[in-house]
């Protein structure tokens, strides 16, 4: 019997193959746990609404949220959340915010934490009245002391 050896080109369409599946069962997984936990009228109205409208007010948090894409479904799956510590509006052509965050609940604690903030900041970045998403310096201490070093070596966002 002649035993198959595959070629570096074959491992690689076999890998990418099986990334591909994984991601697509993710993501089907996140929308459906989305789905269990939100109104879906109540996120169409809040997507709809302007957050230059809703600037300190208690719907402003609600309406992130509902910018979010899959990263919601961490957030709200492991009873986590997040606060607006400042906002400013954005120098340019039009009314936009910078934005700085927070995590709140358990994602304060959670090793996934980098993942989960650059998926906010990925998220809301799409959307034409944000034009950068920051995070507070204060959430840096959360981390112990590798969690620290790891996301601010390998996180794709800024703490200030």
Not at 36 to 52: F, G, I, Q, W, Y
Not at 137 to 160: M, Q, T, W, Y
């Amino acid at each position: 019997m002649v035993a198959f050896e595959p070629t570096g080109m074959e491992e690689d369409d076999l890998v990418a193959a099986y990334a591909a599946e994984a991601k697509a069962a993710m993501s089907a997984e996140a929308t459906k746990r989305i789905a269990e936990t939100v109104d879906p009228e109540e996120e169409k109205r809040l997507r709809a609404t302007s957050l230059l409208t809703l600037i300190h007010t208690t719907t402003m948090v609600p309406a992130l949220l509902s910018r979010l894409g899959e990263v919601r479904a961490a957030l709200d799956g492991h009873g986590g959340g997040i606060a607006v510590t400042k906002l400013d509006w954005a120098e340019g052509e039009t009314e936009a915010l910078d934005l700085v965050l927070d995590l709140t609940g358990a994602c304060l604690s959670c090793g996934a934490a980098p993942g989960t903030l650059e998926g906010v900041k990925t998220d809301l970045e799409k959307d034409a009245e944000i034009t950068s998403v920051r995070f507070d310096k204060a959430l840096l201490e959360s981390f112990d002391e590798l969690g620290r070093e790891f996301i601010l070596a390998h996180g794709a966002v800024e703490f200030v």
